[in-house]
C-alpha cells in the first residue's frame, strides 16, 4: 500500500508532464460535466416575463429568460448570428425581407409545438396596438412576420437590416419565443409562469427571493444543459453580493465596474474567475446644440478636448474603466483607423473658450446617486480647469429619459448598449427628426452616411460609413463618449462555459461545474 | 378602560387621515411624470397624454386623492405597473418577513440590554457601568451598514459559520430560516440595545432610591428578587415606551439591512419601489408601514394603562 502511493507519488511528475504535453493535441480540453447545480447572484428583482406586463427586460430578467426560453438565433463567440431555433436564413436584396427556416421537432415545456404559427403569434401579439405594448417600440421597424409554412416565417421589414439575425440573438422581451398557449391559458398568472422552449424550467419563484430553475429533461439540444438545477437570486447590495460568492452561497454574481476593489480582489484570487467583456457602445454624453453656449461648436469641442478620460477611469473605477474615442467599441466589428476623436488638449480648450469671448455656465444631468455624482464632480474640475462653470443637476435614473424626449436639458449623460449591429442606435440617435437625436442637430452629410450604411451589405464599405460617421461627430462634437461598455461576472473558478457576456447579460444556461 | 379604549381610537382617526394625506402628496409631488417613468425612452407628447388621461393623471390633485382614499377605504390599494402585482399581494407576502426580523431583533435588543442594565444600575457608578455607558455609546454611533459588512465578513466569509446573504421561510425549514435572520437582526439589534439599556438603567436607579425598596431590603429580600421582582417592572415605563418607538425606527432601520442581506421583506419592495419609481407600490407600502406603526402605539399606549394603572383612569 505505502509502496504503491510511494511509486505513485514518484511517477507523478511524469504523469503530469506527459498529460502537458498530449493536452494541446486533443482539443477540446475541457471536459464538459453533467450534473450539480448553481446559484447565480443578480443586481435586480426581476418583475415578470409576459412582454405585455413587463415592456422590456432588463438584464437580470434577460439571464433568467436566456435559461427558460430560446431565440432564433444565437451569437457565436465572434459575435456572428449562428443557429438556434433558426436553422438557415436568407434575404431579400434590398434587405427588407428576411425568411427563416425553422428547426423541426422542437416543443415548449408546456407540450405545445414549435413552428412558424407560434413565431407569429409571439410577434402578433406584441405588434397588436390595442396591447399596447411597451416592446411594440423595438419592433416598429419589423412590418409583419408571415408564416409561409410549418417550418418557415417571413419577416418584412420597413426598414432594411443587413444584420437583422444577429440582432435578434438578444434574450429579450421581442425575441425570446414563449409558448402561446401558456400566456392564452394562464392570462394574468403568465407572467410569473412563465413557458419557453429553454432549456430549464421554471420550478418555483418567490418575489423577492429565489427563482428556482429546474433542467428541461425533454430539452432539444440533446446532451444539453449540464447543470440540474440554477437558482437565481436578487443580492441588491453589491457589498454583500461579493461576499456571499465569497461565502459559497452564490457560484456566480453580477459585477460592474463602479466595484472595482472587488473584482481587482477577485483577480487575485485563484479560486475565483472574473469574466469580463468590452461590447460594442458606450458610455456618452449629448449636447443640446440649440441652447446656448452649446450652440457654438468651439465650447463644444473645448469641453471634450478638457476630459482626461485616463484619470477619469483612474478616479471612479481604479483604472478599470476603458476610454471610448467612438461609439463602437471593442466588441463592435466596426473598427476605425481613423476616427477623428479630438485630442486631450486643455491648452487649445482654454484659447477655445476665450475665442469664444462670453463666460460658459451651464448645467449637466447627473443620476442622484453617489457613482453619478462622482462622475460629475470629475468632469466639473477638467472643465472648471479650462475657464468653464458647470453646475450638476441631480435627478433620478428615471426622468432622464423623458428630460432627453423634451430636450429638457443642456448636457445629458446617455447610453449606447451593446448590439450586434450599429444601425438602430446610430440611425436613432443622429438621424435628423428621430425622437432620440438628443444634440437637435441636423447635417444633411450625416443623414446621407446613416441612410447609406443600412443599406450596405459590404462590411468594408459600411464600415467606412460608420467611421466617417464618427468623424463627423467628434469633429462637431455634438455627443461624445467617456468608457466602452465593459460587463462583469465573477464566479467561482469551477464555474466553466461562460459565453461572452453580449448585452451586459449573464448566460449561465450552458455551463457546467468542474 | 372601554371607554379610555375608544377615547384612544378616536384619537387615531385624525392621524390617520393626515398619514394618508401626507403619503399621497409625497408620491404625488415628486418630480418626473408617472407617465414619462412608465413610457421611459418612447414617450412621445402623444403617447404620453394618452397615458395620463387613462391613469387619471390629468385630474386635480385634490380629485386623485379624494378617488385614491376612496379605493383605499374599499381595499383596493392599487396595483404595481410593473410586475402587476396588487400592493395587498405584495405585501401580504413580504409582510411576514420584516416582522420576523424586527421581533427578532427588538428580542436580542432587550435580550443584550436589559440584563445590562440590570446589572449597570444594580452598582451605578461603579467600573462596570461606566465602562457600559460609554460602550452603549459607541455602538449608538455605529451606522447599520457598517456593522452589517462587518458581521458578514467575520461569520459568513471568515468563520463560515452562518450565511451571508439569503432566506428560506421559517415554514419550510426553521432552523436554515433562523440561520439566515441572526446576522440581520443582530445588525438592527446592534443599534438597539444601547438605548434600551441607557432608559431601563437610569429608570431603575431611580426606582432604587424609592421607599419601597428600602423597606424590601430592610425586610431583608435577596438582592436579585429585589432588582428582578420589585424593581423591574415599575421602572419598565420608559422602556416600553422605548421599543414601541423602536419599531417605527426598526422600520426603517430594515430598508438597508433588508437590501444588504438580500432579505425578501418590505424594505426591500420599498427600496425597489423608489428606483423603479413603483409609485402606486410606494404610495401603498407607506400607507400600510405608517398605519401599522401608529397601531403599534396605540398599542403601547394601552400597554401603559397595563403597567400603570393610574393612567387608564386618567390621573397621570
Partial sequence: MTHAVAAARRLAPIFLVTAFAIVPLVQPAQAQKSGGSITVGQELDIPGFDPLKVGVYDTSAETAAAAIFDTLITLDDKGQAAPKLALS?????????????LREGVKFQDGTPFNAEAVKANFDRQKDPANKCRCAFYIAYVHDVQAVDEYTVVYHLNDPQVNQPALMAVQSSNNVVHSPTAWKTKGDDYSRNPVGTGPY?????????????????????????????????????????????????????????YDPDNIQKAQKDPKLAVHAYTGSGAQVYAFNTKTPPFDDVRVRQALVMAIDRKKMS??????????????????????????GALPLDPAKAKALLQDYGKPVEFKTIVTATPRGRTIGQVLQQFWKNVGANMELEQVDQATIAPRGFQRQFQLTPWRIIDLADPDPQMFANFHTGSPVALANYSNPELDKLLEHARVTADVAERTEDYCAITRLINKEAIWFWTFQNTYYAVSTAKLKGLPKIYHGVIDVSDTWLD | ???????????????????????????????????????????????????????????????????????????????????????????????????????????????????????CAARAGGPFDRFMTGGAFAM??????????????????????????????????????????????????????????????????????????ALAKAKGLKPSRILFVHALKPSSLTLVTVTGINIGRLIGGTLIVESIFALPGLGRLLVGAIYTRDLIILQGVVLLVASGFVIVNFIVDMLYAVLDPRIRHGHA
Fill in chain 1, 314 to 339: 483612474q478616479a471612479i473605477t481604479n483604472g478599470l474603466a476603458k476610454p471610448a474615442s467612438n461609439p463602437y467599441g471593442e466588441g463592435s466589428w466596426v473598427k476605425c483607423k481613423d476616427d
Fill in chain 2, 1 to 119: 378602560m372601554l371607554a379610555f379604549v375608544i377615547r384612544r381610537l378616536v384619537h387615531l382617526l385624525p392621524v390617520l387621515a393626515a398619514v394618508s394625506l401626507l403619503t399621497f402628496l409625497i408620491a404625488s409631488l415628486l418630480p418626473g411624470d408617472l407617465a414619462y417613468v412608465i413610457l421611459g425612452d418612447q414617450a412621445t407628447p402623444e403617447k404620453v397624454a394618452a397615458l395620463r388621461h387613462d391613469m387619471g393623471l390629468d385630474q386635480p390633485l385634490w380629485w386623485r386623492y379624494l378617488s385614491w382614499l376612496g379605493h383605499v377605504l374599499q381595499g383596493d390599494l392599487g396595483r404595481s405597473f410593473r410586475t402587476g402585482q396588487t400592493v395587498l399581494q405584495a405585501v401580504a407576502e413580504r409582510v411576514p418577513v420584516s416582522i420576523e426580523l424586527m421581533l427578532l431583533a427588538e428580542f436580542l435588543g432587550l435580550l443584550i440590554g436589559v440584563p445590562l442594565a440590570i446589572a
Fill in chain 1, 201 to 257: 424550467i421554471l420550478k418555483s419563484w418567490t418575489a423577492g427571493d429565489r427563482m428556482v430553475l429546474e433542467k428541461n429533461p425533454d430539452y432539444w439540444n440533446k446532451g444539453h444543459p449540464y447543470l440540474d438545477r440554477i437558482t437565481l437570486k436578487p443580492l441588491p447590495d453589491a457589498q454583500s453580493r461579493f461576499a456571499s460568492l465569497q461565502s459559497g452561497e452564490a457560484d456566480i454574481i453580477w459585477d460592474d465596474e
Fill in chain 2, 140 to 213: 449608538l454611533s455605529v451606522p447599520s451598514f457598517l456593522s452589517a459588512i462587518l458581521l458578514i465578513y467575520l461569520f459568513a466569509v471568515e468563520l463560515h459559520w452562518l450565511p451571508a446573504t439569503g432566506y428560506v421561510p421559517f415554514t419550510e425549514d426553521p432552523v436554515a430560516n433562523l440561520r439566515f435572520f441572526v446576522l440581520p437582526a443582530l445588525t438592527l439589534a446592534l443599534a438597539e440595545w444601547p438605548g434600551i439599556m441607557r432608559v431601563l438603567r437610569s429608570d431603575m436607579i431611580a426606582t432604587l432610591q424609592e421607599d419601597y425598596i
Fill in chain 1, 89 to 101: 436564413w436568407t434575404h431579400s436584396d434590398d434587405y427588407k425581407t428576411w425568411t427563416f427556416k
